[in-house]
Nanobody, 134 residues
Framework: QVQLVESGGGLVQDGGSLRLSCAAS????????MGWFRQGSGNEREFVAA????????YYADSVKGRFTISRDNAKSTLYLQMNSLKPEDTAVYYC???????????????????????????WGQGTQVTVSS
């Protein structure tokens, strides 16, 4: 059974940092594209960052570019999101996810911006809360 478990969330002050982790189990994800999404209170789920198949490329939402870094450790089957210079508007539940198909199928279905399409992802974690106080 595929399982994604996020951790590392918490309460931090404006300008602080957190590192989120997403531990994957149940199958090998080392060559899969993965991403982070977030959902603030009363808001729709939105794309944060993604890393492509085999980790060749990374993608970021404009709102986090330059502050957040996505990375993966295949040996540990873990995805990370380093979040620096946090702002109150970053407050949300953060979810990790795995793209459900291979590169060619995903690009054909969703185009070049596949990474910000939550329907391109087939497995989701339960989420971890990040709260940034002003």
């Amino acid at each position: 059974q595929v399982q994604l478990v996020e951790s590392g969330g918490g309460l931090v002050q404006d300008g602080g940092s957190l590192r989120l982790s997403c531990a994957a189990s149940g199958r090998t994800f080392s060559s899969d594209a993965m991403g982070w999404f977030r959902q603030g209170s009363g808001n729709e789920r939105e794309f944060v960052a993604a890393i492509s198949w085999a980790g060749v490329s990374t993608y970021y939402a404009d709102s986090v570019k330059g502050r957040f870094t996505i990375s993966r450790d295949n040996a540990k089957s873990t995805l990370y999101l380093q979040m620096n210079s946090l702002k109150p508007e970053d407050t949300a539940v953060y979810y990790c996810a795995v793209v459900k198909d291979n590169y060619f199928t995903t690009r054909r279905a969703y185009g070049s911006t596949w990474y910000n399409r939550d329907d391109a992802y087939g497995y989701w974690g339960q989420g971890t809360q990040v709260t940034v106080s002003s």
